[in-house]
């Protein structure tokens, strides 16, 4: 594909944002299985930077969890979808917000911080 038939963009990275963006980027680390990326130049990370999380198999995208000083207040408009373990997921601290039905076919969940999720079960 050359320069004129290139997409005007291309995926780069999710953020998520956060009130208390380190404790909701240890719990997507936990959740997720991810890690927290090291700082290129090895700096040490401000208190206050985003946090950057990465799949330790390179498997997943990149995902900054941004601090922001207001909660959630509404739905999200767009969200994560994983494959997952429900009840583990819920003990790590996620919340129920809706159990498959006639209409979805998935668990709908909620992070530490309200950010809506849905959960589809592993395919054996």
Known sequence: ??????????????????VDHLSLADWW???LGYV????????EPQPDWPVPIVDPDGAGPLIWI??????KTTKNRM???VTGDVERLLALGAT???R???????????????????VFAPTA
């Open 66 to 71: 941004n601090r922001v000083p207001e909660p």
């Open 29 to 31: 680390c936990a959740a």
């Open 1 to 18: 594909m050359n320069d004129l038939q290139a997409a005007p963009a291309r995926f780069k990275d999710l953020c998520l944002d956060a």
């Open 100 to 118: 498959p039905d006639d209409d979805v076919h998935w668990h709908v969940l909620a992070d530490p911080e309200g950010n809506e999720f849905c």
């Open 79 to 81: 969200h994560l979808d």
């Open 36 to 43: 927290r990326r090291g700082s290129p130049d090895g700096a």
């Open 96 to 98: 129920l917000l809706r």
